[in-house]
């Protein structure tokens, strides 16, 4: 009688571990696809950051063209105004760039952390 309380006990533990095993196969898996998004997302804004490095110099869609100026101190005034104007933009956009880079990469490594121990409970477990 206590063999049989004994391997009824052993395959209900065998069962849990089981169950926990495929939880944290799923959690290892929607880790991982979590990771390749956010390195993704990453990629995409060190482009998004290399184009706005780069100085378009093809103006965006829908601006107006400029009106002539008469003098030529005035339209060098003009232009120095214009790109110092596109140069704070640029360096906003640089900047906002590369505070979500870092937060994605400290992202990335936060989850890789979790997989990790997550992985090490699996084989442990």
């Known amino acids: 009688m206590a063999d049989r309380f004994d391997i009824s006990e052993l395959e209900s533990q065998n069962q849990r571990q089981f169950i926990k095993i495929n939880y944290l196969q799923q959690e290892v898996r929607q880790l991982q696809e979590y990771v390749q998004d956010l390195e993704q997302i990453g990629k995409l804004n060190k482009e998004a950051l290399r184009i706005a490095t780069s100085g378009g110099s093809t103006p965006p869609p829908n601006t107006r063209p400029k009106l002539a100026t008469t003098t030529a101190g005035n339209e060098s005034s003009n232009r120095s105004d214009e790109f110092a104007i596109e140069n704070k933009s640029l360096q906003?956009?640089?900047?906002?760039?590369?505070?979500?880079?870092?937060?994605?990469?400290?992202?990335?490594?936060?989850?890789?952390r979790e997989r990790n121990v997550a992985q090490s409970k699996v084989t442990v477990a």
Request: charged share 25%; no cysteine.
């Open 92 to 112: 906003a956009v640089i900047e906002h760039l590369q505070q979500e880079n870092a937060r994605l990469y400290q992202i990335i490594d936060k989850v890789t």
